[in-house]
C-alpha cells in the first residue's frame, strides 16, 4: 500500500471564508447606506437586486442602455420604497468610456465619496446570426461571425471588473475584506459580484458564443478570487440555470416547455446573501429550479417525490467548493509570495491607500 497523498490547502492564504450555508438568511438591513452600482439593472436580474436593495436602504445606481426604462424603473421605485437614493445612469458596458464615465459619476452620486459593491450583470443571450450556421463565406467580401454577445458577456464584465479593481480598495472607510469579521462593525465594503450562467459550466448545444462567454467570465472569477485579497477585495460568482427574464427568448422557452425553471426570486437571494454578509469572500454559486432534496450519510444529495420530514426545498448550491483544498506546488509558491508581499506593504501601504482615498473623495467633491 502506497503511502496516502497530502492535500495542500490554500484557502486561507487566499482568505477565503467557509462554505456557503445555503440556510442562512440575510440580514437586509446591513445594506443600508452601502453604495451600489449594478450594470444592466434596467431589467431581468439586474432589476430584482434593484429593487430588493434598494427597499432595504441601499445607495444603488442602475446603469443600462435602455434609458427610458432604467429612468422609469428608478422613479417607480423611488416611490414603491421612498428611498430617494437611486439613480439612473445610461451606460454602453461595450464602451470603455461610457464605463469610465458611469463609475465617476457613482462616485459623485455616493454619500461617502466611495463605492461598497460592483456587480457585473448586464450581458445578452442571443446572436443576430448563429455561429455555428456560417453563411456567404463564399462572397467576395465574407461577413465576419457577429461577436456582439462577447463585447457584451465578456468585453463589458471584464471592463466593469477592472474598473472594480481600481475603485473598490479606493472606497473610504473601508477595510480589507475578512471572513472573520464581525458583520456589524463592518460599515463599509469592497465587493465584486460577477454574473455567470450554468452555460459556463457545461454546453448548451446552439449557444457556442454564449457558452464560451461564460466560461470565460467563471475563468475570470476563479483567477480573480485567487489574488483579490492583495487588494483586500471580496469576490463572489452567480451561475444562474433557465430562470424566466427578458433574457430566455421564445425559442428557448419553446424548447424548454414541461422542464422545471429557476425563479428571479432566488438569483436575488443569492445575491442578497452575497451581498449582506461581508463575511463570504471567494465563493460561488448556481441558482436552479427549487427541488425537494435529502442528503444522505455520505453528504450525496438527491431527490425526495414523497413527504418527508428531513428532506428540504434547495434552489442555491454551491460550485468550485473543492477548488483550493489541494493545490500544486506552482499555486502554493505563488500564494505565499503574495502574502508576503502583503505583509511587507503593512502599515505603510495602508497609510498611502488611505492617503489616496481621500485624496480622490475630495476631488470628487470639488468637481
Known amino acids: ?30 445594506m443600508k447606506d452601502k453604495v451600489i452600482i449594478i450594470t444592466g439593472g434596467a431589467s431581468g436580474f439586474g432589476e430584482g437586486f434593484f429593487r430588493r436593495w434598494a427597499a432595504a436602504g441601499a445607495v444603488v445606481v442602475i446603469a443600462d442602455i435602455n434609458v427610458a426604462k432604467g429612468d422609469q424603473l428608478v422613479r417607480d421605485v423611488k416611490n414603491d420604497t421612498g428611498n430617494q437614493n437611486l439613480h439612473f445612469i445610461h451606460c454602453n458596458v461595450t ?16 454619500p461617502h465619496g466611495g ?11 442571443v446572436a443576430k ?42 472606497n473610504p472607510g473601508s477595510s480589507p475584506a475578512d471572513p472573520d469579521c464581525v458583520p456589524t462593525q463592518v460599515n463599509r465594503d469592497r465587493h465584486l459580484i460577477l454574473i455567470a450562467s450554468l452555460a459556463g459550466l457545461m454546453a448548451i448545444p446552439g449557444s457556442a458564443l454564449y457558452g464560451a462567454s461564460k466560461h470565460a467570465v467563471v ?12 487588494q483586500g477585495l471580496r469576490v463572489n460568482m452567480i451561475c444562474p440555470y433557465f430562470v424566466e427574464t427578458p433574457l430566455l427568448n421564445a425559442p428557448a422557452r419553446a424548447l424548454l416547455a414541461g422542464a422545471a425553471l429557476g425563479k428571479e426570486e432566488d438569483v436575488v437571494e443569492a445575491a442578497t446573501r452575497f451581498a449582506a454578509d461581508p463575511r463570504v469572500v471567494g465563493r460561488a454559486v448556481s441558482v436552479g429550479p427549487k427541488l425537494k432534496v435529502k442528503q444522505d450519510v455520505d453528504g450525496e444529495w438527491s431527490l425526495v417525490e414523497s413527504e418527508d420530514p428531513d428532506a428540504e426545498q434547495r434552489a442555491i ?21 503574495m502574502n508576503r508581499a502583503t505583509e511587507l506593504r503593512g502599515w505603510t501601504g495602508w497609510a498611502q491607500d488611505m492617503v489616496r482615498a481621500l485624496a480622490y473623495g475630495l476631488r470628487s467633491f470639488w468637481a
Open 1 to 30: 500500500m502506497g503511502q496516502e497523498a497530502i492535500k495542500h490547502p490554500v484557502g486561507e492564504l487566499i482568505r477565503q471564508s467557509p462554505p456557503f450555508d445555503a440556510k442562512h438568511i440575510p440580514d437586509d438591513s446591513w
Open 95 to 110: 464602451d470603455w468610456q461610457s464605463q469610465v464615465n458611469l463609475f465617476r459619476e457613482a462616485v459623485k452620486l455616493s
Open 115 to 125: 463605492i461598497d459593491t460592483i456587480v457585473a450583470n448586464a450581458g445578452v443571450g
Open 129 to 170: 446570426r448563429p455561429f455555428e450556421d456560417p453563411s456567404d463565406l463564399d462572397l467576395t467580401n465574407p461577413p465576419p461571425p457577429d461577436i456582439s454577445i462577447l463585447d457584451v458577456n465578456l468585453k463589458g464584465v471584464v471592463y466593469t471588473s477592472y474598473l472594480a479593481l481600481w475603485y473598490l480598495p479606493r
Open 219 to 230: 475563468g475570470l472569477y476563479r483567477n480573480l478570487r485567487a489574488s483579490s485579497f492583495m
Open 317 to 337: 448550491w454551491e460550485i468550485y467548493l473543492h477548488d483550493w483544498e489541494d493545490t500544486d506546488v506552482f499555486q502554493r509558491r505563488c500564494l505565499s509570495i
